[in-house]
């Protein structure tokens, strides 16, 4: 008659041990720990590479501060007796508020459908609601950290007023939401690395440059004027450098109202992309 080993009776005698099944997180209405990973995520990603992503962007505001105050500083007048270095800056810090805020989402989401790894942030449990707020805070964290570090550095340059604090404030906010979001839909957009390069350089660039960011559009004659006031980027410098030297060349109000329109449309446009998996998923 066969035995049983002693070891084996034992471990047959001893009751089951089973581990409980895990229990599936509830996050409710918003899910908040996914959205905050997100956006950490997002701005370690930049902050890794501080020399490039904020350092920069610094040295290239103060060098355009330097070359135009030295060479036509003192041949152009502005509103008020203005000094030309101090109505010059806040046009500056709001290129570089444009120009990060824009490059941070669109590179970030181009370089995850390149390399493939779009799919770490569209496999958890996170509505289009949810990726759309994170990825624009990210690039709005990264336009508004340059800012105050283009700011800081250029005081010790240019004398800095803040008379009208709120329009600078929310003038700084609106354009890196904007051009957050702009980023966002350009990067879902783009397929490759030169569909990027055209839309800053044919179409960011230029909007940003001929918006009066070196000069008031006061000086610009007849027509020229008037299509001024048809680019977006004109309300964003016009009402942030209200915000430094009192004075603005358009109407605040309609400023106010066409960056809360399009920041409207530009949101619900990404909102659209990421819930429809436009060139994300296929």
Do not use: C
């Not at 070359?67 to 041949?75: C, D, H, K, P």
């Not at 770490?120 to 949810?130: F, G, I, K, T």
């Not at 570090?149 to 709120?166: K, N, Q």
């Not at 003038?171 to 397929?191: D, N, P, Q, R, V």
């Amino acid at each position: 008659m066969n035995q049983i080993p002693a070891q084996t009776a034992q471990n047959s005698a001893a009751p089951s041990r089973r581990t409980a099944p895990p229990t599936p997180r509830i996050f409710g209405p918003v899910n908040w720990l996914g959205l905050w990973t997100l956006y950490a995520k997002e701005v370690r990603r930049f902050l890794k590479v501080f020399t490039q992503t904020v350092m920069a962007p610094v040295v290239t505001g103060l060098l355009f501060l330097a070359i135009f105050t030295l060479a036509i500083g003192r041949s152009i007048e502005v509103a008020g007796g203005i000094p030309y270095g101090q109505f010059l800056a806040p046009g500056l810090v709001m290129m570089v508020i444009v120009q990060n805020s824009f490059a941070n989402n669109s590179s970030s989401i181009l370089i995850s459908k390149i390399q493939g790894n779009i799919v770490d942030a569209l496999m958890p449990p996170l509505s289009a609601v949810e990726m759309t707020v994170a990825y624009a805070l990210a690039g709005m964290t990264r336009g508004i950290i340059v800012a105050v570090s283009t700011l800081i550095v250029m005081a010790f340059f240019v004398p800095m007023e803040l008379p009208d604090p709120a329009a600078a404030l929310y003038f700084g906010a609106s354009a890196a939401l904007m051009l957050s979001l702009a980023g966002m839909i350009g990067g879902i957009w783009a397929e490759k690395f030169d569909h990027i390069s055209a839309v800053t350089n044919f179409v960011i660039t230029p909007l940003a440059f001929l918006s009066g960011s070196f000069y008031s559009i006061d000086r610009l004659p007849g027509i020229w004027n008037t299509i001024a006031h048809f680019n977006p980027f004109f309300y964003l410098i016009d009402g942030f450098r209200s915000g430094f030297i009192g004075h603005s060349d358009g109407s605040t109000a309609i400023g106010v109202g066409v960056t809360l329109a399009l920041n409207l449309i530009l949101g619900v446009i990404a909102h659209r992309m990421f819930a429809t998996g436009y060139k994300l998923k296929s």
